[in-house]
Each structure stands twice: as C-alpha cells, then as structure tokens.
C-alpha cells in the first residue's frame, strides 16, 4: 500500500512504528491491492486451452490453497464432452448421398440444385444444403478371407482394389476389416493405400464366417471417420455362418446410418447357380439395397478391375442434398424418401439412387 504525498509530509519519527503497524493490518483485511500485485502467477486452470490431461506437471510449484482449487475443476471433462462428436447433435436436418447416371451408365455431374426435387412421405421438401464436390471419403474396406474365398479368389479381389485405391480421392482415409470366424480391425484410419493392400498379404484364412459382424463393425468404425461422405467396400461371397448379429439388424443398421454400401460378390464357377451362391447374391443385393449402394458380381478378372474403378468414380461424382422436413416429429417412425432429378434440355432420361428413407429419431446425423 502507498500513502499520498500530501499525507506522507505529516508523518513524525515518534509515529512512525505506529504508522507502520497500522499500514500492515490494513493491508491484511484488504485483498484487492495484493491481488493487484501479483498478476504475474496466474492459476494453471486460467489458460484458454483445455485444461491438460495430467493435473499436476512434475515441474509446478507446490500448492497454495488457490492452485489446488483450480486443479480440482472439472476442466478436463469439459474439454472432453467438447470434443465428443456426439454432442454436434442436428435432430431434423437430413441428408442424402445422390448418384446420377445416364441411360449408358455413366455418372452424370455438373447439375444445379433446380435440377433435383425431394419428396419426404410423398410431400415436396425445400432442398437447404447442396453440394456436388469432389470432396475426399471415410471407406471401410471389409475383405472376406474365410474359408470360402481361399485360393484364387481372394488374390483377384486384392489386385482389383488396387485400382479402386488408384482412382480414388488422395485425401481419402482407409479402414480394413478382415473377417473369417470373428471380425479383425486390421487398420484404423490412414491415407496410405498401399497399406491396405500390403495388410491384406499376411491374413490366413478360416472356414467360418461372421460376414454380419463385420458389416456391423464397419459401420460404426465408418461413422467415426473424419469425412462427412462415408462408404462401405465389402468384399465377400456374401455367406455367413458364424456372426453374432443377424441379417435383420445389420440391415436396419444400414437404414439407419449415412453409410453407402458397395458389395462386389466374389463367386466361384459353381457358385452362381448354387443354393449358397443364390443366398449370398441376395445378402449382397439387399444390404447394398437400403444403404444407397450397388452389388456388382464379376465374372472375370477384367471386369473385377473396371467394377472396382467404377465404385471409385461413383464416389467422385456423387450430389449431397439435405433438407428439414416439414413439422419434423421425434417419432422413431420410418419416412420414406424419393429423389427426383429433371434433365437439362438436350439431355436424355437420367436415373437416381439414394437411401430410401430414414428413421425419424433425434441425434447426429
């Protein structure tokens, strides 16, 4: 504390160790000047950044009574329910992934928004968002390497997706799922491509299949990619006989996710007309069906590479529309959902897939 200089002139030498006494107790009852006078220290917990992860660093002073307040804040748990993708919730806004073809098959791009009409439940919806960037993909690359697809099969599977990696986005993020009698997360998230295929190598296989759950782990794996556009590569027979999950709940897991499937069946020569083969053609089609995807199902080694570049083109030319629907209802009810798209003039007829619908339930999207 310091005393005014025109109060400062009056003090005697006889009051002086009164004054002085006076001065220290003063000082004591007020907070705000010694405050005041020790901006230089503050509390760890005052850093705009999130508070770190170990509380207490090797190299910090000791506690006063005001540090160990501040390290006692749930600081840390904020900045980690900050972090959690899933509290970015948006109930209403739904979003389609849309391809375009011409009667020829090839993908149609350049189109504007007046080109496209939804129709949520058999009622036009205002189109809100549009986009019909080259914008990079989370793929998860699901490898069937049971015992079904020994030999030659899964060798020609591993040198066509070579080509789909070759065509793809060079921002694109990779997962692999290698699946026999249990579902294995063989790689989480990198852009090198090669490593997928180099992973590949060393998988030995088994007779049983679980093709279920690892549909089921690609898609949760899928969702929590860095990439808005998300896409399943399954890579199997399409037989299963050893997954915990069923067909129905993989399927409806499907219908309810942003998740575009692509199933390329990998049939021997006495599979396609088999009962087995049969079944698993089904499988393919219909869990690629409700995702918004396609099955495809070579027959030679030619028309496996041109299938797997061409997945990788779809996913380079698609449309990304998204709506609020009308008087949006938190009901858990299906919404079935039509996308329609009017040609230019001078084009031909142009067809469009997408997912079906949605389940109308709160939570991101």
């Known amino acids: 504390m310091h005393l005014p200089t025109r109060y400062a002139t009056k003090i005697t030498a006889a009051s002086v160790a009164l004054l002085a006494a006076f001065a220290f107790s003063f000082s004591v009852r007020s907070q705000e000047p ?34 160990k307040e501040n390290n006692a804040a749930p600081k840390p748990k904020l900045g980690s329910e900050l972090d959690d993708r899933s509290l970015i919730t948006n109930t209403d806004l739904i979003t389609l992934t849309v391809t375009v073809t011409d009667t020829y098959g090839r993908y149609v791009s350049g189109l504007s928004k007046n080109a496209f009409a939804v129709f949520d439940n058999k009622q036009q919806q205002e189109i809100t968002f549009f986009s019909d960037d080259d914008s990079p993909v989370s793929v998860g690359v699901i490898f069937d390497v049971s015992g079904s697809m020994s030999g030659d099969k899964v060798k020609r ?52 299949t679980a093709l279920y759950d690892a549909c089921y782990l690609g898609v949760e794996k899928v969702q929590r990619g860095a990439h808005p556009k998300r896409a399943l590569l399954l890579i199997s027979d399409g037989q299963d006989n050893d997954s915990r999950y069923t067909f129905n709940e993989v399927r409806k897991l499907l219908k309810e996710s942003d998740v575009t499937l ?20 089904g499988v393919l089609d219909e869990l690629s069906g409700v995702s918004g995807g396609k099955a495809f199902f070579p027959r030679s080694a030619a028309e496996m590479d041109d299938i797997f570049e ?52 709160a939570g991101a999207r």
Request: charged share 20%; hydrophobic share 30%.
């Open 34 to 67: 010694t405050n005041q006078e020790k901006p230089q220290t503050p509390a760890p917990a005052a850093s705009p950044s999130p508070a770190p992860t170990n509380q207490t660093p090797a190299n910090q002073t000791p506690a006063t009574n005001e540090t």
């Open 262 to 281: 692509y199933a390329i069946g990998i049939l021997g020569g006495s599979d396609a007309g088999s009962a087995l083969g049969m079944e698993g053609q």
């Open 157 to 208: 599977a591993r040198d066509a997706l070579s080509k789909f990696i070759q065509t793809s986005h060079d921002s694109d993020e990779y997962f692999l799922i290698a699946f026999n009698s249990r579902a294995q997360l063989l790689l989480d998230r990198t852009r090198d491509g090669d490593s997928v295929l180099n992973k590949l190598t060393f998988v030995e296989t088994k007779n049983q």
């Open 310 to 361: 061409q997945i990788a083109l779809e996913l380079r030319h698609q449309y990304s529309i998204g709506y609020k629907p009308d008087q949006f209802v938190n009901d858990g009810k299906w919404h079935r959902v039509k996308v329609k798209v009017t040609p230019p003039r001078g084009l031909p007829r142009l067809f469009v897939r997408s997912k079906e619908g949605y389940y109308a339930t």
